[in-house]
Nanobody, 115 residues
Framework: QVQLVESGGGLVQPGGSLRLSCAAS????????MTWARQAPGKERELVAA???????YYRDSVKGRFTISRDNAKNTVYLQMNSLKPEDTAVYYC?????????WGQGTQVTVSS
């Protein structure tokens, strides 16, 4: 079965960095686009970044130039490098994959940006 397991969240000061990881299993990872989304308290879940199977990337405007999505197909893992973090980046971050018409989500990892 498809499983997505996020890690790497934590508490960081404004201006700091974190790298999130999402380990995927149960499907042919290299064949599918992967995304990162986030949900802050009281807000809807929003797409943060995406990477296609071919390596093309997409970012929401508010993270462009600060976040980098990448993938390692040998490790079945997608990453989100987050630099210059801001308090408004505080949220639960989720990994997502659409596999054969079904949307799969990980359990999420909390990122808190605070001094």
């Amino acid at each position: 079965q498809v499983q997505l397991v996020e890690s790497g969240g934590g508490l960081v000061q404004p201006g700091g960095s974190l790298r999130l990881s999402c380990a995927a299993s149960g499907f042919t990872f290299s064949s599918y686009a992967m995304t990162w989304a986030r949900q802050a308290p009281g807000k809807e879940r929003e797409l943060v970044a995406a990477i296609t199977s071919g390596g093309s990337t997409y970012y929401r405007d508010s993270v462009k130039g600060r976040f980098t999505i990448s993938r390692d197909n040998a490790k079945n893992t997608v990453y989100l490098q987050m630099n210059s973090l801001k308090p408004e980046d505080t949220a639960v971050y989720y990994c997502n994959a659409g596999v054969d018409g079904i949307n799969y989500w990980g359990q999420g990892t909390q990122v808190t940006v605070s001094s």
